[in-house]
């Protein structure tokens, strides 16, 4: 279309110096040598190389949850352009975490190598072999703990992907809380909260209940335990507990009718 659209407007313009084959010709020319420009400056920019093509390496969930004591995968995920899949034999996959100096756990050209692992990770990380080789470079991370908070790197090296990705783990620990009348006094305990969360009584109109004592307490591990107790409740009424941190919003709803006490809860995760 563009040569035509020369042909017309040359035969008429130019056509007393220039035949038309020759100048349209030299057009043509100029836009094929701009078009291989911007292609060469193109990949260049991309860190792409006329011999190949550079994958990417991402995590298809940046900040995932971990809860105390289960198990959790951090993602990670490399791919080509091509997507086809990679010898085991040519990736190096090398999992790191901010403020460690030694790795979490390394896989190079087929092989695992934990000899500079930080002990911290002994005997409870592994990858997913099978998966590697179509660009699964997930970690598998056994019995979360309060120390595997933090920011994770996954940096994976192959003949056509190099780059890392970051997965920042949030540790997390929530319990249901028991409740418990005593007279005029409601109590609610709860054993394991990570991180320290806030306690808020609200009655049956949603209105913010200040008439409470709340107590807490760590353990070695830094799991938090509390006892809140609110008083005077009245002996026919509705009261919520809400028991909120960062990561986690546990809502418990204690209905008192006389000598009966009914108990609901439920819980919203970030």
């Known amino acids: 279309l563009i040569i035509g659209y020369c042909d017309v407007q040359l035969t008429w313009k130019f056509l007393d110096s220039f035949t038309p084959i020759s100048f349209c010709s ?12 911007i292609l060469i400056l193109s990949v260049s920019f991309s860190g792409q190389g006329l011999g190949g093509s550079k994958g990417t390496v991402d995590s298809i969930d940046k900040w995932p949850i971990g809860y105390l004591g289960e198990d959790v995968i951090l993602s990670c995920k490399f791919k080509t352009s091509t997507n086809s ?6 990736v190096s996959i090398t999992w790191t975490k901010e403020g460690l100096s030694e790795v979490v756990y390394k896989y190079d050209k087929g092989a695992v190598q934990l000899a500079e692992q930080n002990p911290q990770f002994k005997n409870r990380t592994l990858l997913f072999s099978d998966a590697i080789g179509g660009g699964n470079a997930s970690l598998f991370l056994r019995d979360v703990k309060v120390g595997d908070n933090g920011v994770y790197y996954c940096s994976v090296n192959t003949p056509s992907c190099s780059g890392t990705a970051s997965v920042n783990l949030r540790a997390a620990a929530f319990s249901a809380p028991k409740f418990k009348r005593v007279n005029t006094t409601l109590t609610a305990e709860a054993e ?3 991180p320290k969360p806030n306690i808020t009584w609200l009655d049956v109109n949603d209105n913010v209940l200040n008439e ?14 509390f006892i809140s107790s609110l008083q005077p409740i009245k002996l026919y009424g509705s009261y919520t507990c809400i028991i909120q941190n960062p990561l986690v919003k546990a809502i418990s709803q204690a209905t008192i009718k006389g000598p009966v006490n009914t108990f609901q809860r439920k819980y919203n995760l970030y």
């Open 26 to 37: 030299l057009i043509v020319s100029i836009f094929v040598t701009a078009g291989l420009i």
């Open 85 to 90: 899949r990679e010898s085991t034999s040519q």
């Open 192 to 194: 394991r909260w990570f």
């Open 212 to 225: 409470s004592e709340t107590s807490f307490f760590n353990n070695s591990a830094g799991i938090t335990r």
